[in-house]
């Protein structure tokens, strides 16, 4: 089971902060730092002292780490140009050494868009298919050719293609191209659309009943394209909510505002047993990587629990 450190910065952070949580992710083993891509907070409080964007975040911790992927749980489609973002992802690669990964999505949060000036179309879906087009086939052109596409949303014209990331991609190892990871619930076209494009297929906070189902639907987009399904990472996010004993996990979850029974029930929480246990359970549907949310991004000791405590028991 891989685990990776997952942030919500637009809550209220600073670039330090998420500097201090990497490198304390890389110290303490974990797989990777991922981080939100989101303007706006969410829920009370004023969000002081602001947003960080993304990638400008990630580019900087891409110099200042040496081992952790970094990436996004999820770009939204409605902020970037597919053209401007695949130069901005193949740029940061390449400022990690190839470390980087996209999650991309249609966007969601109407708010934030009102609250920054950016347009937010009622349909979205097909916006973000033709992002994944382009984006993929721009790192996807051999070097000294050029891409051209026209589509309902974007039209390239003779693009020289450049720059390139510096990894090859998961599903063509001929071609330049960085992990993409696709997530969401619809039954039908996000499947399919993870099946052409991603890595990896990513369900977000799913009641256990549910991702078996979820992950089949997936499996089966993939079968239909000749695709073998175990090609396909699957993985979850999670409240991360831990703690020693009863009385640290309540504290945690009052830190961050959860009540602690819905914590134990929705997330990766209580003592390391139960940890282990859901893991475990996670693992029996099919999960192989799990993102855990961090949301006190001052409790350190949370991340050095998990590693001393919880993954020597992992296997």
Known sequence: ????????????????????????????????????????????????????????????????????????????????????????????DQMSGGRVELGLGAGWFAQEHAAYGIPFPEKRFGILEEQLDVVTGLWGTPVGERFSYEGAHYTLTSSPALPKPVQTSP?????????????????????????????????????????????DRVRAACRAIDRDPASMIFSAVFLLCGGKDDAEVERR?????????????????GTPTAMVDRLGVLAEL??????????????????????????????
């Open 286 to 315: 099919g999960i192989s990587r799990v993102y855990l949310q961090v949301l006190d991004l001052q409790d350190l000791d949370h991340l050095a629990l998990v590693a001393s405590d919880v993954v020597p028991q992992l296997g």
């Open 253 to 269: 979850a009052a830190a961050v505002g959860w009540d602690p029974a819905e914590a134990r029930a929705r997330g990766i929480a």
């Open 171 to 215: 599903l063509d190892p001929t071609r330049a191209g960085v992990p993409v990871i696709v997530g969401g619930n619809g039954p039908r076209r996000t499947p399919a659309l993870a099946a052409r494009h991603a890595a990896e297929f990513n369900v977000v906070f799913p009641e256990l009943h549910e991702v078996g189902e979820k992950l």
């Open 1 to 92: 089971m891989d685990l990776r450190i997952f942030t919500e910065p637009q809550q209220g952070a600073t670039y330090d902060d998420l500097l201090a949580v990497a490198r304390a992710t890389e110290q303490l083993g974990y797989d990777a730092f991922f981080r939100s891509d989101h303007f706006l907070r969410m829920g009370d409080g004023d969000g002081l002292p602001g947003p960080t964007e993304a990638w400008t975040t990630l580019a900087g911790l891409a110099r200042e780490t040496s081992r952790i992927r970094l990436g996004t749980l999820v770009s939204s489609a409605t902020f970037r140009h597919p053209g401007v973002l695949a130069v901005q992802v193949a740029q940061v």
